[in-house]
């Protein structure tokens, strides 16, 4: 059976999906003028020689490139994704999960919804969501779905979840993906699938891919019981000198460890008391990069946490500050934050009186200690060192 409208036809096999009551057969709607189709095949055809190019292009600069080597692609292992149009994703994906196999069972939700065929972009959404192509040009950060597909998807698909009494995933909100006048999306419009002829095409998957093998010996001996994680005292000093970037009121949901110096903490945010940058109050994943976690956290566990934001992502490092939630200890931070930027005023206050005292002389401020361990190291030291030796040369 095919139901078709202005969107595109539904092909529901031998399986009469309006006898059976799953929807309801709307009217064929008018055909749009052909003029405008016209040009729509134009654009499309337009848009897949770009992409051709591109993906020549990328197969050739691969073949000679060494940075392609160790990309941490793999192949696509997910059931329901294997017949999409691409065949290497990367982990962790869109929705935090760092294997496939945990992929796997979130993924297998959707299955009867796939099978009535309620959308015909329901299962390259929800690919593209799970397991994300894995391209050279966002390797850590890998392309969404376009909003307009998420959309599609839901307005076809929603209808048929109501009648079961559920609703559109929030894990899948529509307006969380970008716009594809405004920024880097995929459908299924941009997908290659014919090559012509006279292309020649190249595997480029070949060193581009981490292979699937076992974890190493030392990595097996790296459990959470041989690491010793200094305990962190919340008293006001730490605040001061450890100036964290985030405070948030978070409950965690599960620990996932993604290869030897790396573990991945999904919470659910109910409260964010300090960010520099926005932070949703929905589950976000902590990161650590070491094969320890510290501080050592525990599923279900209600707790205050106070650390480091990174390139717009939350860090969970050694240093950082954990602590059982406590109702008094909303009162506590208010103060210690509160201390804190007077401290901080005071600080700006006395490097603008120096500065107008010595504006004559040019003498050189001590560097202020820096304790956030993202951007502190002997590499920055270096550099201020150089900068010194430029300013105050050494007389022969």
């Known amino acids: 059976m095919r139901s078709c409208d202005v969107h595109g036809c539904r092909r529901g096999g031998s399986r009469d999906l309006t006898a059976a009551g799953l929807?309801?057969?709307?009217?064929?709607?008018?055909?749009r003028p052909p003029g405008p189709a016209?040009?729509?095949r134009t654009r499309r055809r337009r848009r897949r020689k770009r992409m051709l190019r591109a993906l020549v292009a990328v197969s050739l600069w691969?073949?000679?490139?060494?940075?392609?080597q160790g990309a941490p692609c793999e192949a696509v292992r997910i059931p329901m994704c294997r017949p999409m149009p691409w065949?290497?994703?990367?982990?962790?994906?869109?929705?935090?999960?760092?294997?496939?196999?945990?992929?796997?069972?979130?993924?297998?939700?959707?299955e009867e919804l796939v099978a009535i065929g309620c959308s015909p972009v329901l299962p390259f959404f929800l690919c593209a969501m799970y397991a994300p192509i894995c391209t050279l040009e966002f390797l850590y950060d890998p392309i969404k779905p376009c909003r307009s597909v998420c959309q599609r998807a839901r307005d076809d698909c929603e209808p048929?979840?109501?009648?079961y009494n559920h609703s559109w995933p929030e894990s899948l909100a529509c307006d969380d993906l970008p716009v594809y006048d405004r920024g880097v999306c995929i459908s299924p419009e941009a997908i290659v699938t014919d090559v012509p002829e006279d292309v020649k095409w190249t595997d480029f998957t070949q060193g581009f891919m981490m292979p699937d093998?076992?974890?190493e010996p030392d990595c097996r001996s790296r459990g959470q019981d041989r690491c010793r994680c200094k305990k962190t005292k919340p008293t006001l000093s730490t605040y001061l000198v450890k100036n964290y970037s985030y405070i948030i009121h978070a409950q965690v949901k599960s620990i996932e460890r993604g290869n030897c110096n790396e573990v991945t903490t999904v919470v659910e945010v109910k409260d964010v008391l300090k960010s520099s940058t926005p932070i949703p109050l929905s589950q976000v994943p902590l990161l650590t990069n070491s094969s320890c976690q510290c501080p050592p956290l525990q599923p279900k566990q209600d707790v205050l946490i106070m650390c480091y934001e990174w390139h717009s992502r939350l860090m969970l490092l050694d240093g950082c500050l954990v602590e059982k939630w406590k109702d008094q200890l909303n009162r506590r931070f208010k103060r210690w934050e509160q201390r804190l930027q007077e401290q901080k005023r005071r600080t700006a206050r006395s490097k603008n009186q120096n500065s107008g005292r010595s504006g004559q002389s040019g003498a050189?401020?001590?560097?202020?200690?820096?304790?956030n361990p993202l951007i502190s190291g002997p590499k920055k030291a270096i550099k201020i060192r150089n900068v010194q030796k430029e300013i105050n040369p050494k007389k022969v």
């Open 23 to 31: 929807w309801e057969a709307e009217p064929l709607r008018s055909l």
């Open 38 to 40: 016209v040009r729509r």
């Open 62 to 68: 691969l073949r000679v490139s060494p940075r392609a």
């Open 87 to 110: 065949n290497i994703t990367r982990m962790p994906n869109h929705l935090h999960h760092s294997t496939q196999e945990n992929a796997v069972l979130a993924i297998e939700q959707y």
């Open 160 to 163: 048929i979840m109501r009648r």
């Open 213 to 215: 093998r076992p974890l």
């Open 364 to 371: 050189l401020k001590p560097q202020t200690k820096n304790t």
